[in-house]
């Protein structure tokens, strides 16, 4: 069993950055996906991490701006956001999965989830 914990969600004014992080007990190395998901719509693929750190994979929309990275010692795995816009604003999920396949931005590739962390990019 794998339990996540989201957090670093805030509010950001356009152009500015937020770390999250996710925290695991249970851990292993298992690949952390993230998600979000805006109001009124459906939940979106963000990015992939496998195990080691070393392949990761971005949605076209954050690509430049987000990087995934992990702590392995710290059972971490954070995602940098850099130059926010608007329409980044959503709830924020980390979720794992036993690696970052060619289905890695789908939500059933995943078997543990957590809560959520909101992010809100406003002036």
């Known amino acids: 069993q794998v339990q996540l914990v989201e957090s670093g969600g805030g509010l950001v004014q356009p152009g500015g950055s937020l770390r999250l992080s996710c925290a695991a007990s249970?851990?292993?190395?298992?690949?952390i996906g993230w998600f979000r998901q805006a109001r009124g719509k459906e939940r979106e693929g963000v990015s992939c991490?496998?195990?080691?750190?070393?392949?990761?994979n971005y949605a076209d929309s954050v690509k430049g701006r987000f990087t995934a990275s992990r702590d392995n010692a710290k059972k971490t795995v954070y995602l940098q956001m850099n130059s926010l816009k608007p329409e980044d604003t959503a709830v924020y999920y980390c979720?794992?999965?036993?690696?970052?396949?060619?289905?890695?931005?789908?939500?059933?590739?995943?078997?543990?989830w957590g809560k959520g962390t909101q992010v809100t990019v406003s002036s």
């Open positions: 991490i496998d195990g080691s750190g070393d392949s990761k």
């Open positions: 249970g851990y292993g190395y298992y690949a």
């Open positions: 979720a794992a999965s036993w690696g970052c396949t060619t289905e890695w931005y789908t939500s059933g590739h995943y078997a543990y």
